[in-house]
Nanobody
Framework: QVQLVESGGGLVHPGGSLRLSCAAS????????MGWFRQAPGNEREFVAA????????RYANSVKGRFTISRDNAKNTVYLQMNSLKPEDTAVYYC???????????????WGQGTQVTVSS
């Protein structure tokens, strides 16, 4: 089994930045693709970003492209989401995930963290 624990959420003003972290344990971290999803009240859980393979191939939702960066540190078994130029519409619970079949579909990811709240408000 894989356990995922997110941290780094909080309250930030529009235009600000946050870095989320996801610590993984239980299996060899580098074997898995990793990703981030988010869910705002009343909305479906949506894909944000993924990092795939040892070469660090990355994919992003159009809504965050150019503002968010996903990265991983295999030695620390940790994946990060650097979020810059934050907007109120980025407000959501952010979830770390591991081991997808189709990375853009939340239903195909096998492991999930409990989430961390990100609030962007003036």
């Amino acid at each position: 089994q894989v356990q995922l624990v997110e941290s780094g959420g909080g309250l930030v003003h529009p235009g600000g930045s946050l870095r989320l972290s996801c610590a993984a344990s239980g299996r060899t971290f580098s074997f898995y693709a990793m990703g981030w999803f988010r869910q705002a009240p009343g909305n479906e859980r949506e894909f944000v970003a993924a990092i795939i393979g040892s070469g660090g191939i990355t994919r992003y939702a159009n809504s965050v492209k150019g503002r968010f960066t996903i990265s991983r540190d295999n030695a620390k078994n940790t994946v990060y989401l650097q979020m810059n130029s934050l907007k109120p519409e980025d407000t959501a619970v952010y979830y770390c995930a591991a081991d997808p079949t189709t990375y853009t579909s939340s239903a195909t990811w096998n492991y999930w963290g409990q989430g961390t709240q990100v609030t962007v408000s003036s």
